[in-house]
């Protein structure tokens, strides 16, 4: 749900700066229908809807559609701002597959949100986790909507989120990372 913030301060800031919503309509993004259906995935698969489905098999349908997210962004690099989507999501999928197909989340970050790592979620609980500093240690606070335990690659995706979309109304477009 990190996302979420990053599409909110991106719009805040194209605003800011003078952009116009009408900006983000002249964004050529490819592949834009696979990110849709990758993440149409995951909604499924951390839902109610895949309790019957086998951990094995869901870890392994989650890198693959964390897999899909990262073709989108590849494809999109010449966009402002992805090449930081880019970053955090290989920073989040290397932790992901260092630890077996699930992202650890620290303890203390549920708790402090009073969560756990059980049901319907990405995130599990891990003596020692593989590439610790890439998992899950951060909570957002408990008061903020949709509140969630976060990872540095996290930061980066809703920074180049936020950057992405506030370049692409400012500009009309999203304009071409500097080489």
Same mark, same amino acid.
């Given at each position: 749900?990190?996302? +979420?913030?990053?599409?909110?301060v991106? +719009?805040?800031?194209?605003?800011l700066?003078?952009?116009?919503? *009408?900006?983000?309509?002249t964004?050529?993004?490819?592949?834009g229908?696979?990110?849709?259906v !990758?993440? !149409?995935?995951?909604?499924v698969?951390? *839902?109610?809807?895949?309790?019957?489905?086998?951990?094995?098999?869901?870890r392994?349908?989650?890198? %693959?559609? &964390?897999?899909?997210?990262?073709?989108?962004?590849?494809?999109?690099?010449?966009?402002?701002?992805?090449?930081?989507i880019?970053?955090?999501? %290989?920073l989040?999928l290397a932790?992901?597959?260092? @630890?077996?197909?699930?992202?650890?989340?620290?303890?203390?970050?549920?708790?402090a949100?009073?969560?756990t790592a059980?049901?319907?979620? @990405? *995130?599990?609980?891990?003596?020692?986790?593989?590439?610790?500093?890439?998992?899950d240690?951060?909570?957002?606070?408990?008061?903020m909507?949709?509140?969630?335990v976060? *990872?540095?690659?996290?930061?980066?995706?809703g920074?180049?989120?936020a950057?992405?979309?506030?370049?692409?109304?400012? &500009?009309?477009?999203?304009?071409?990372?500097?080489?």
């Amino acid at each position: 749900m990190f996302i +979420l913030y990053g599409v909110v301060v991106g +719009l805040v800031a194209g605003f800011l700066l003078g952009g116009r919503l *009408s900006g983000l309509a002249t964004v050529r993004f490819r592949l834009g229908w696979l990110a849709i259906v !990758a993440l !149409a995935i995951q909604l499924v698969l951390f *839902s109610s809807l895949a309790d019957h489905v086998g951990s094995e098999v869901r870890r392994a349908i989650y890198v %693959a559609s &964390t897999g899909l997210v990262g073709v989108v962004v590849l494809a999109n690099l010449r966009l402002t701002g992805v090449p930081l989507i880019a970053l955090g999501a %290989a920073l989040n999928l290397a932790a992901i597959v260092a @630890n077996g197909g699930s992202m650890p989340a620290d303890p203390a970050a549920l708790a402090a949100l009073g969560m756990t790592a059980e049901g319907n979620t @990405n *995130s599990v609980v891990v003596a020692a986790p593989a590439l610790a500093p890439l998992t899950d240690l951060f909570a957002m606070p408990a008061w903020m909507p949709l509140s969630n335990v976060f *990872s540095a690659g996290d930061v980066l995706i809703g920074a180049g989120v936020a950057v992405a979309i506030a370049a692409a109304m400012r &500009t009309g477009r999203a304009a071409p990372a500097p080489d």
